[in-house]
């Protein structure tokens, strides 16, 4: 990392609310800030007084930085320099924003996982206004969508907007990188009140619990105590084999997805959308996940312009037993919703039974029955389900039983 | 000769100048407030008799023409932007003017384009003294910094055509460039390499000028048909090589919104005017351009194609998307101001419901009503907006000329005015506590839709009380700009000098606004 100039962030063409920084340290004539920046006019002060609180934070009293804005906001300029300033020196100290108000709420194994939205983490343009489109989880991806001489200036966009983007109610989520850099990435993210962790390309056991390992550390160290859920991705032969080992390696696992696109390479043949190679892979991670009473999630639809083949994939996903999916775009996020949500048909039978349940516990009776037939728990149940998902895709109001 | 003089505080509380470029002009009273009285500024006479009995008006370049047409020191010279960024005539007018030693001109386009960057040379040295119209890229660029000899004069399409009616602006030559002309001077927009639809913002120059010279390379023996301009206006007609470029003046591919939160913006609006009931069996709407502006017109046609009703006409800026409407039957009629595709350019030649429109049907002032007024729902962007809905459509935040006005004001007099903007863009908050420039005031703003909610402007207790049930999301315009600041910061104000170097004029003719030099930093 000692290299003389540290760089981080982006420019170019198509490039917005970023910025470049350039950060060279000098033994001598202290700080010295030069300013790019279309808001300049606007925010011009506000981008140079936050420049020289971290400058100040992490006792840099010779410098010259360059900053090529492009509408960042604050805790995106504030990663950069950052980013840009530990390429160069050594420190433990970190600058952190106020974290917003919000941020700091825990999610549960059972929260609806529908839809979860990837947001490639070094591209703070697509971030700002993810969570309006209202997915159920946003993925802040420090794996795959991340080129590897970005990752890391990338951990650090990654943990400011755990802290200080607005997540609209979506549950913050990251996907950490494999293997022993996604290790180094949880110290990232697991002080800042991250929900949900993605394991990409699980294939034991092991990886679970290396993860865990470093998480439970981290909490003692920082003295947390929330729930931090895993989501382990399934994503080769190997990983589908051992998918009941990998849903059961330990408590905190709330969901197990399946990455198709690594998958059928491992396999060495093609995806399609119809996808009978993948059959077998898709019904093990439900098989497995059921079986560990967690959430089957499938892979990601790339043909982000084709809604019509999207809505038959996630009926076909919703008819193999997933309870959610990944999206790419945030134009997925409705189709997704809409298709997992039940059919009015379903809603309808499951009001009924509900009621009936409802009224057997009111009148103390053991049996449930529904005009002449009698009603098995797992109906019950599934009758639960229904209603509880139909109230969250909003097919039903929540106070339906008083205005029923 | 003082740029302006005599500022006095107008009716939305802004300093406006009442001595412009030597000439005296009104302050903003209010809307609906000043109706000027007399009677309206009248060409010269003219008498058949002085011109070819064969109708030939030929004339073999445009400098000959200019000098019959008597171009000298202090005139006023007309354009007109239906080229849009494919204009070449506009440029030559003034190289020919400069090359003849004249000077002081007026330049009174209906929008300027970058392509005009040319004449910035022009403005230096004092052959254009300034612009009145709008000023757009390195043109407004230009004038935000002072650079200009005399003030700018912004005026709407609706606002261009009464000040020719009312001799505000008395035009010495038009040069319309067309498309398709025939030798005495009848010219279209819809046939020739250059097509571009129609030329109605051309229409009252030609009626008012004191001279009018048709520019085509598309000449054809008399009759062209349609004559959208009318041959018995015109002086002289010039045939050149070329009069515009294709591409830039129509777009062969016009396309929705492919960014997922000006769909989500697009989606909401839609869902609001459904909700607010304002879309019926017969309703109307404007049509904007723009990629937010098409998706919503999509969104419209869903919703009527659902309930099985028509809409009786939209207004336009036509392209593939009203047209397809209207060939599929869900629109009656196109109201077309300007054409922006080669499918709107097809279906003004092909279709009797796809009508040419100019300044005089849509936006007249000084006519006996016009329909503006009579659509029910107008989409429009802004700039900026304030905390009391006022909006800002020409310059930028940081204080810069930006856009012009076009039809903007003029379509706020349709029923209910939708601004579907970005909450922000690129850091910048779009609601203000005051705009840089007041374009409108907030009375004529009904409604703000961002993609994190809809302001309803409290004059309009009957949308409120609409939709308070929809589960739209409904906010104050304060909690959307805290919202905005909350992500962006608050930003600061734009570095202006006190200076003014162009005026806003409202439909009337009268002043609302002044905009302000820019300090360079």
């Given at each position: 990392m000692a290299s003389k100039i540290g760089t981080a962030g982006n420019k170019g063409k198509g490039i917005k609310s970023d910025c470049y920084v350039e950060f060279e340290p000098k033994p001598s004539g202290g700080i010295e800030i030069e300013i790019k920046s279309k808001v300049k006019t606007l925010f011009g002060k506000a981008i140079k007084e936050l420049a020289e609180k971290v400058l100040l934070h992490f006792e840099i009293k010779n410098v010259k930085l360059i900053i090529e804005d492009t509408g960042a906001v604050d805790f995106v300029l504030a990663a950069r320099i950052e980013a840009a300033i530990k390429q160069t020196i050594e420190t433990d100290k970190e600058f952190l924003l106020p974290q917003l108000e919000g941020n700091t709420n825990s999610t549960s194994k059972e929260t609806f996982r529908f839809s979860r939205l990837y947001l490639p983490g070094n591209s703070p343009k697509l971030m700002l206004n993810a969570g309006i489109h209202k997915p159920n989880g946003l993925i802040l991806d420090l794996e795959d969508a991340v080129a590897p001489t970005k990752k890391f200036e990338a951990s650090f966009v990654v943990r400011n907007a755990l802290r200080n983007l607005n997540f609209y109610g979506a549950e913050r989520m990251v996907r950490i990188n494999q293997g022993q850099k996604g290790i180094e990435d949880l110290a990232f993210i697991v002080p800042h009140n991250v929900n949900l962790i993605l394991i990409p390309k699980a294939e034991s056991a092991e990886d679970i619990l290396a993860v865990n390992k470093e998480i439970e550390r981290l909490k003692k160290v920082y003295n947390l105590n929330y729930n931090i859920w895993l989501m382990p991705i399934v994503e080769s032969a190997k990983g589908v084999i051992k998918a009941y080992e990998i849903a059961t390696a330990s408590n905190n696992i709330a969901a197990m997805a399946i990455g198709l696109e690594d998958y059928t390479a491992d396999l060495g043949t093609q995806r399609t959308t119809e996808g009978t190679e993948s059959f077998f892979a898709r019904s093990m991670v439900v098989n497995a996940s059921r079986a560990a009473g967690i959430q089957p999630i499938d892979s990601v639809f790339s043909d982000v312009g084709n809604m019509v083949a999207l809505a038959e994939n996630v009926q076909k996903s919703k008819?193999?037993?997933?309870?959610g999916m990944g999206c790419i775009h945030p134009r997925q996020i409705e189709v997704i919703h809409k298709n997992f949500a039940p059919k009015e048909k379903e809603i309808e039978k499951a009001k009924k039974i509900f009621l009936a349940f409802k009224d057997a516990e009111a009148k103390g009776l053991g049996v449930v029955s529904l005009g002449s037939k009698m009603i098995d728990a797992p109906v019950v149940k599934r009758a639960q389900n229904t209603i509880r998902t139909a109230i969250n895709t909003g097919k039903l109001d929540k106070n339906w039983v008083e205005n029923n | 000769?003082?740029?302006?003089?005599?500022?006095v505080t107008n009716a939305v509380g802004r300093e406006v100048p009442t001595i412009i470029n030597g000439e005296e002009h009104i302050p903003?009273?209010?809307?609906?407030?000043?109706?000027?009285?007399?009677?309206k500024f009248a060409p010269r006479i003219s008498s058949c008799a002085d011109f070819p009995d064969d109708g030939n008006k030929q004339i073999n370049s445009l400098k000959e023409a200019l000098i019959k047409s008597g171009l000298k020191d202090g005139m006023t010279i007309s354009t007109h932007h239906h080229f849009r960024n494919g204009d070449l005539i506009a440029n030559q007018i003034f190289d020919i003017a400069h090359e003849l030693g004249v000077k002081n001109l007026r330049w009174y386009p209906s929008a300027s384009f970058p392509c005009q960057e040319h004449l910035i040379q022009y403005l230096e040295d004092g052959t254009i003294n300034r612009i009145e119209g709008s000023m757009n890229g390195p043109l407004g660029r230009f004038a935000s910094l002072g650079k200009m000899k005399g003030l700018g004069i912004l005026r709407s399409h609706g606002g261009r055509y009464q000040a020719i009616q009312d001799g505000e602006v008395q035009i010495d030559i038009a040069v319309i460039a067309a498309p398709t002309a025939d030798p005495f001077g009848n010219a279209n927009g819809v046939n020739g390499d250059a097509a571009c639809g129609l030329l109605g913002f051309a229409l009252g120059d030609s009626e008012y000028a004191d001279k009018v010279i048709v520019v085509t390379d598309n000449l054809v023996p008399f009759p062209a048909i349609p004559w959208q301009i009318h041959g018995n206006y015109v002086?002289?007609?010039v045939k050149v090589d070329k009069v515009g470029l294709p591409e830039k003046i129509v777009s062969g591919t016009t396309q929705i919104t492919k960014s997922p939160d000006r769909l989500l913006i697009a989606e909401i609006t839609a869902?609001?005017?459904e909700e607010a009931g304002l879309i019926y069996d017969g309703f109307s709407y404007q049509a904007g351009a723009g990629g937010t502006a098409l998706s919503i017109g999509n969104y419209f046609g869903d919703i009527l194609r659902k309930n099985n009703w028509k809409a009786s006409f939209i207004r336009a800026g036509s392209n593939k998307y009203p047209v397809k409407l209207l060939e599929d039957g869900i629109v009656k009629y196109i109201l077309d101001?300007?054409?922006?595709?080669?499918?709107?350019?097809?279906?003004?030649?092909?279709n009797p419901g796809h009508i040419n429109t100019s300044p005089f049907t849509s936006y007249n002032y000084h006519g006996k009503g016009n329909f503006a007024a009579m659509v029910d729902i107008v989409v429009l962007g802004a700039t900026e907006v304030d905390v009391n809905f006022n909006a800002n459509v020409v310059t930028h935040s940081d204080g810069y000329l930006l856009h012009g006005i076009g039809g903007w004001q003029n379509t706020l007099f349709g029923k209910t005015t939708i601004m579907p903007i970005?909450?922000?863009?690129?850091r910048i908050p779009v609601i203000r506590d005051e705009v840089t420039t007041i374009c409108a005031p907030g009375e004529m703003i009904d409604v703000v839709v961002t993609e994190r909610g809809i302001a309803i402007n409290p004059l309009r207790k009957d949308l409120i009380e609409k939709t308070k049930d929809s589960g739209l999301p409904i906010k104050t315009i304060q909690e959307l700009k805290a919202?905005?600041?909350?992500?962006?910061?608050v930003p600061e104000k734009p570095n202006l000098s006190d200076e003014i170097i162009a005026v806003i004029k409202w439909v009337d003719g009268t002043v609302i606004d002044s905009v302000r030099k820019v300090i360079e930093d």
């Open positions: 008819g193999l037993g997933f309870d | 000769m003082k740029k302006y003089d005599k500022i903003f009273q209010g809307v609906g407030k000043y109706k000027p009285t007399g009677r002086d002289y007609v869902q609001f005017c101001g300007q054409t922006f595709d080669l499918e709107g350019i097809r279906s003004m030649r092909e970005p909450l922000f863009r690129d919202e905005a600041e909350a992500i962006c910061g």
